[in-house]
């Protein structure tokens, strides 16, 4: 079955695969929502960029998500444990900042580029059980305390049964600041933004090798031609291989299954979820769900963290989905696939610089929506020069495997089963 997203933008933009050689400031490998944010910051600060993908603009995880953009940071605690050492009670207040960061760049971008991404507001983190309660109820304090009384409330098990139509879950934190979006209409609009500001993209124009020779531009070394840059930044998260003696060990691929029905009809769609939000659950492996502009159910989950391919993605999801909404029991399936995320260990997003001249940013562990957004705007201002908020990433210490990836992926499977039979057991 085929990828929502794409059969959604019938008529998407192309761009030519690189024939020769060029040069610019800034190239940029890998053209998802991190390479396309990556590369507007940069041509807006006056760059000359080339954004080149291996296969599509939005192809890899970007084309193929959630669409949810969520205040989840990804390692926040590792991040805060980490800081706190160096900053004190500032660390905090970096974090929490952070979180914010990528609705308000995603809010504006889309407002000033006037991109067409079906962005609504609006989304329920879920209690999955009783026993996540009391850590809502901090969470949702501790927001109120930082100012966000009107965008952020605890709703109780009632509360969440008027707006959804399950019989799962004890509570929500409703957080109406929280957005989903057309998440391939989102990168291809920032694409085409980045375009409109003198920045030239290839598509099916896979990178073989960077070269960095003293004195001398950067290499990319392509099949059909090279670029030489100044800079280059790593944007192919999960499904890069490139610069493997700095970055091998680091990063492992996970696959996550996605789906979306036939259509509801108006009625159906406001019995299910009365609000229109977006939804996921408290669980390590968890459900992620919202209903599509044209009236579907999008019903995600399931991540086989050993980077497997799942085999039937529509079956797998299936039961999880009818759990969650009786109501759409033997509902047709009409779009079902998988993608790639990255995960890192200690979840802290990899962003750092490599002899100043190489950057990357890559491993959002599942939620890169909002952090592909703030990693691409600490890019744009180390790359400008200011590179104290790159370095703060940097500086993070991480897990390195020093094993091939398959083999990586295969411990970390390992360690997400022990950590859910101790979800189950209730010892989490
Ligand atoms: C099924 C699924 C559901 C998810 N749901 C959510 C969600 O709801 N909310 C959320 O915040 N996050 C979600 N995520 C995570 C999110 O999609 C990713 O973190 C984010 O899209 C990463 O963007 P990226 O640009 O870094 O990588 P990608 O989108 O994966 O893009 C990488 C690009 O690099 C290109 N590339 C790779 N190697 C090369 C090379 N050598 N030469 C040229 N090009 C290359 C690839 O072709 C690809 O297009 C989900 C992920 C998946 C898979």
Known sequence: MNNYYTASVPNRRNWPSLSGDLSADVAIVGAGMTGAATAVELAERGYQVVLLDAKQVGWGATGRNGGQVTGSLSGDN???????????????????????RGHDIINERVKRYNINCDLKTGHLFTAWSDADLPEFESMVNEAHRRGMQDS?????KQEVHERLDTPLYCGAILNTKNLHLHSLKLCLGEAIAAESLGATIYENTPVHDVQMPTGKPVQLITDSGTVQAQQVVLAGNAYHRLMRRQLAGYLFPATLGNMVTAKLGQDLCQQINR????????????????????????FGGGTNYSGTEISDVAAMLRPSMEKTFPALKDIPIDFA??????????????????????YYAQGYSGHGMATSHILAEILGTAISGSLHEIDTFNDFWRWRIPVPTAAGSGLVALGMKYFKLKEQLGQR
Request: charged share 25%.
């Open 152 to 156: 952020v409330s605890l709703l109780s």
């Open 78 to 100: 590792a991040m805060l444990k980490q800081l706190r050492k160096t900053q004190g009670d500032a660390a905090a207040d970096f974090i929490w900042n952070l979180r914010w």
């Open 337 to 358: 696939w998988t993608g790639s995320a990255g995960i890192i260990i200690n979840r802290i997003p990899m962003l750092g610089r490599i002899q100043d001249r190489v």
């Open 275 to 298: 609000d229109d939000n977006a939804v996921y659950d408290s669980r390590m492996v968890l459900d992620y769900f919202r209903i599509t502009q044209d009236g579907r159910l999008m």
